[in-house]
């Protein structure tokens, strides 16, 4: 009886403490504006980004040079992405309300993916750029 | 016998918690964090012994088995020390460190007392079932306190977002090994094929996720906790 109330509560607790925790690192990109230039880049000009771009947009951002700070983020939340996208499914016959929370919360993890996308285009013109002027 | 994968998530493991107190040091941190530093480098011997008392001895020895659940239990002790410094930085402003002092003496004599008054009804079995059992009682014992630390933070609005990672960090470690003893308790089959890798990677998660936050988390970051409760960002 006690080992299956520790149990109920502390995957109970798991699981918010756990959403919590990756909110926290997604936090950092929420508040950033995209630029132009990645709306363009992503093909995200005309229509609002998509829980499914995220997947399209982490390609894109290997594409670009490491700045060897994000990695860590990155790969938290593709690790967090696929939870949510498994969940989504196992919940969309039975749940709907949860399968439209992953939904949104996949939606946080494509912009944190596009804002990621953004510093290292920033970062490879800032590269390209060094170079020219050591050329010269 | 212990396999390539077992051996890897000590390393990283040991590793972490070394990386942790480094980093501590070389941000003239150590003594802000004095007791999480003291918790690190405890594992870090912890699991340093357990690699040698594996070699030595094998996984099945009474040697091994009595050195980790005894140093499991110490490391709670440890681990609660951390627990009480976090609340004190939460309440910090309410000059209340006395009264958090004296709750968690009460609580930890409060947990030696239900661990006593279990080890005294188990006498004549103080191994297998019992162990798990216990473990799952302290585990829980951390996951309330943190839990209670967390709604603090809430209730409080509180905005380090160091302060906050290190929480989070520490509520998911509990919960995930309460849950597991519990599990064990539970369903005893699982645990050769499943559970027995839980501990280890959450024993891994731990100063990784510690080590994350003192590398990349500013001490002036901040973050609007309201921000992680929102229905939808």
Known sequence: MIAAFVCVMSIAAFLELLVSYCRSILASSSKVELSARVREVAGIASHPLAADDFARLLQLVRLCPERGDDQTEIRAVGTYYGLLRVLGRAARPLIPGIATWTEQERQSCSYFAAVALDRRISYSRDLFTQQVADRL | ?233
């Open chain 2, 1 to 233: 016998m212990l396999g390539p994968l077992d051996y890897a998530l000590l390393l990283i493991g040991f590793l972490a918690e070394i990386y942790v107190v480094v980093c501590l040091l070389v941000r003239r941190q150590f003594v802000r964090y004095i007791p999480l530093n003291v918790y690190m480098l405890c594992s870090a011997f912890v699991t340093f012994g357990l690699f040698f008392l594996v070699r030595r001895y094998g996984i099945s020895s009474s040697t091994y088995v009595y050195f980790y659940y005894y140093s499991d239990s110490l490391l709670m002790i440890l681990m609660f020390w951390v627990i009480i410094k976090l609340y004190q930085q939460v309440f910090d402003e309410m000059k209340v460190s006395k009264q958090i002092r004296g709750a968690a003496f009460i609580l930890i004599a409060a947990t030696a007392l239900f661990s006593y008054g279990v080890v005294h009804q188990n006498r004549s079995n103080l191994t297998g079932h019992f162990v798990v059992e216990l473990g799952q009682n302290l585990y829980f014992v951390g996951v309330v306190l943190t839990y209670l630390l967390w709604g603090s933070i809430l209730k409080l609005r509180e905005t380090r977002t160091r302060l906050i990672q290190l929480v989070l960090a520490l509520g998911i470690y509990f919960s995930a090994t309460a849950g597991t003893y519990a599990l064990r308790n539970l369903f005893p089959a699982l645990q050769p094929s499943l559970l027995k890798w839980v501990p280890p990677l959450f024993g891994m998660w731990l100063p990784l996720a510690w080590a994350y936050t003192f590398t990349r988390i500013p001490e002036d970051a901040r973050l609007a906790t309201a921000r992680l409760m929102e229905k939808h960002q």
